[in-house]
Antibody, heavy 122, light 112 residues
Framework: EVQLVESGGGLVQPGRSLKLSCLAS????????MNWIRQAPGKGLEWVAS????????YYADTVKGRFTISRDNAKNTLYLQMTSLRSEDTALYYC???????????????WGQGTLVTVSS | DVVLTQTPVAQPVTLGDQASISCRSS???????????LEWYLQKPGQSPQLLIY???NRFSGVPDRFIGSGSGSDFTLKISRVEPEDLGVYYC?????????FGGGTKLELK
């Protein structure tokens, strides 16, 4: 069974940093691209960042580019999101999600974790 | 960025009825490779989103056949026939044809 467990969220002051983790199990982590998606309280979904299976390809939303860094450690089955220069508008539930495939056709967010809450406030 | 406009914002339904959600894109979602990267997700109350439909009309593993995705170009629809209690929640369309990938604003399926 695919499992994704996020951690690392919490209350942080504006301008500070925080690092999120997503521990994967139930599948061969190194074979799949991974993503971070966030959801501000009471709002919709926003894609944040993506990383390919071998970290060769990395993409960010403009709202976080230059402040957030997505990375992964395939030996530890773990996805990360390093967040710096945090702003109040970064307050959200952060989900990690795994890619899927139908043959060669990509499915963007086939499996989701339960999320970890980041609150940016003084 | 591509804007996905979902209508209605809220859809009151009676259990057993059919529901229909529209997702219109500000640009065609046909990729240069011929694929249309349009997906539908459902977020049940208090839960993480789950993938329902990919490639416009393909049901993800375990998704009941009462969920039917259709459409082309920039106009897409998700129909849910015979709505059941576990179908209630917020539905999001999502496109990955154009960078950056974007979600629609969501449609809340709720009891009438």
């Amino acid at each position: 069974e695919v499992q994704l467990v996020e951690s690392g969220g919490g209350l942080v002051q504006p301008g500070r940093s925080l690092k999120l983790s997503c521990l994967a199990s139930g599948f061969t982590f190194s074979n799949y691209g991974m993503n971070w998606i966030r959801q501000a309280p009471g709002k919709g979904l926003e894609w944040v960042a993506s990383i390919s299976s071998s970290s060769s390809y990395i993409y960010y939303a403009d709202t976080v580019k230059g402040r957030f860094t997505i990375s992964r450690d395939n030996a530890k089955n773990t996805l990360y999101l390093q967040m710096t220069s945090l702003r109040s508008e970064d307050t959200a539930l952060y989900y990690c999600a795994r890619r899927g495939y139908d043959g060669y056709y990509p499915l963007w967010f086939a499996y989701w974790g339960q999320g970890t809450l980041v609150t940016v406030s003084s | 960025d591509v804007v996905l406009t979902q209508t209605p914002v809220a859809q009151p339904v009676t259990l057993g009825d059919q529901a229909s959600i529209s997702c219109r894109s500000s640009q065609s979602l046909v990729h240069s490779n011929g694929n249309t990267y349009l997906e539908w997700y459902l977020q049940k109350p208090g839960q993480s989103p789950q993938l329902l439909i990919y490639k416009v009309s393909n049901r993800f593993s375990g998704v009941p056949d009462r969920f039917i995705g259709s459409g082309s170009g920039s106009d897409f629809t998700l129909k849910i026939s015979r709505v059941e209690p576990e179908d209630l929640g917020v539905y999001y369309c999502f496109q990955a044809t154009h960078d950056p990938p974007t979600f629609g604003g969501g449609t809340k399926l709720e009891l009438k």
